[in-house]
């Protein structure tokens, strides 16, 4: 699976976007971008993913460059529930593995 | 309601015993997985299972040992030969057989110390 590369930390403003970014410059083709994050304490928690597209759900969205080289996840409105640690994965759509590789993610703090 | 439950929350053991730890999902989810978290850092992977009585060693299996003969269930034990047990163990699970995709859903994870 492709190495990403995250911000360790970002501080946002309660009620302001908060835009995560990700660098996967060595993704291939087959590979899709996931976001997951963790609470403190809690098991982390899927929030979308995408192949090329940009993609939007009801928690965030999902903007790939052309590329593919990185991508970026927005919190539209970002709330003090949302801090926690996110994490950028790339992983292939194959028949044998289907393992996510976390690295160290992207410390969001968001303040009042 | 649907979830994957992980039990107990913490739990503590005396070095050198073995230690089971419990993973439940009512989700009828085909994929389980474990992972480790040392603080500060991300998960890793330690067993996964694509169908029942099949089990793959993920990327730290060494000192762990798993079981699948339900499809809801899948516990991790933890060996004593596991140099560095004290974590933050969690459980995931997925639907989907090998080569879909999914999101997977995490339980509320059990916190080991080892004494």
């Known amino acids: 699976d492709a190495k990403t590369t995250q911000p360790p930390s970002m501080d946002c403003a309660e009620g302001r976007a908060a835009n995560l970014p990700c660098n996967h410059s060595t993704i291939s083709g087959n590979e899709y971008v996931y976001w997951y994050r963790q609470i403190h304490s809690q098991g982390p928690q899927y929030i979308i993913h995408g192949l090329k597209n940009n993609e939007t759900n009801e928690m965030a969205s999902l903007i790939i460059t052309e590329d593919r080289k990185s991508s970026t996840l927005i919190l539209p409105h970002a709330t003090l529930r949302d801090t926690a640690v996110y994490y950028c994965i790339v992983r292939a759509f194959t028949g044998t593995a289907s393992k996510l590789t976390f690295g160290t993610g992207t410390r969001l703090q968001v303040t009042l | 309601d649907g979830g994957i439950t992980q039990s107990p929350k913490y739990l503590f053991r005396k070095e050198g015993q073995n230690v089971t730890l419990s993973c439940e999902q009512n989700l009828n989810h085909d994929a389980m997985y474990w992972y480790r978290q040392d603080p500060g850092q991300g998960l890793r992977l330690i067993y996964y299972?694509?169908?029942?009585?099949?089990?793959q060693k993920g990327d730290i299996a060494e000192g762990y040992s798993v079981s699948r003969e339900k499809k809801e269930s899948f516990p991790l034990t933890v060996t004593s030969a596991q140099k560095n047990p004290t974590a933050f163990y969690l459980c995931?699970?997925?639907?989907?057989?090998?080569?879909?995709?999914?999101?997977?859903?995490f339980g509320p994870g059990t916190r080991l110390t080892v004494l």
């Open positions: 995931a699970s997925r639907m989907g057989a090998s080569g879909s995709l999914g999101e997977q859903f």
């Open positions: 299972s694509q169908i029942v009585n099949d089990f």
